[in-house]
């Protein structure tokens, strides 16, 4: 009895972990998790591929952070979350470079010429929230993490 309480614990723990992890990354750009369904963002990164793909942001070829080759999922994703909430008009241009340049650690001239190749990517008007982002933004409107 007291093994399959224990078994039973563990599995209870490891469920809750679960459903905190998904919370957790849920927070961060839901469009994310819409890709391949979302074609504003999916055309948004295929632009930025396409047209500033052979720049860097320190170390980091932009068309690999862009199509999801990266070796370093982490960066991946911050890039993509960040891509996502300047599309969606969620955090202005100049809250994308500060954030971006941060976590990247690169102020270079070399990577403040990707991130404004990256904004001129946008389209002329920004397209409307996902609904899955709507509700996040509700909950927890995104501000810079470098303000």
Do not use: H
Request: with cysteine; net charge negative.
């Amino acid at each position: 009895m007291p093994a399959k309480f224990a078994v039973n614990l563990s599995r209870a723990r490891l469920a809750l972990a679960g459903l905190i992890v998904a919370f957790a990354t849920s927070a961060c750009a839901p469009d994310n998790f819409q890709l391949g369904k979302s074609k504003q963002l999916d055309a948004y990164l295929d632009r930025i591929s396409q047209n500033c793909g052979a720049m860097f942001i320190n170390s980091f070829q932009v068309w690999v952070l862009a199509l999801g080759e990266s070796a370093d999922a982490g960066y991946q994703d911050y890039f993509i979350d960040q891509a996502s909430m300047l599309l969606y008009g969620t955090i202005t241009p100049d809250q994308y470079i500060a954030d971006m340049s941060g976590y990247f650690d690169d102020m270079s001239p070399r990577g403040m010429k990707t991130y404004q190749c990256i904004i001129a990517q946008l389209p002329d008007q920004a397209p409307a929230l996902p609904k899955a982002y709507r509700g996040v933004m509700k909950a927890v409107p995104q501000v810079s993490g470098n303000d």
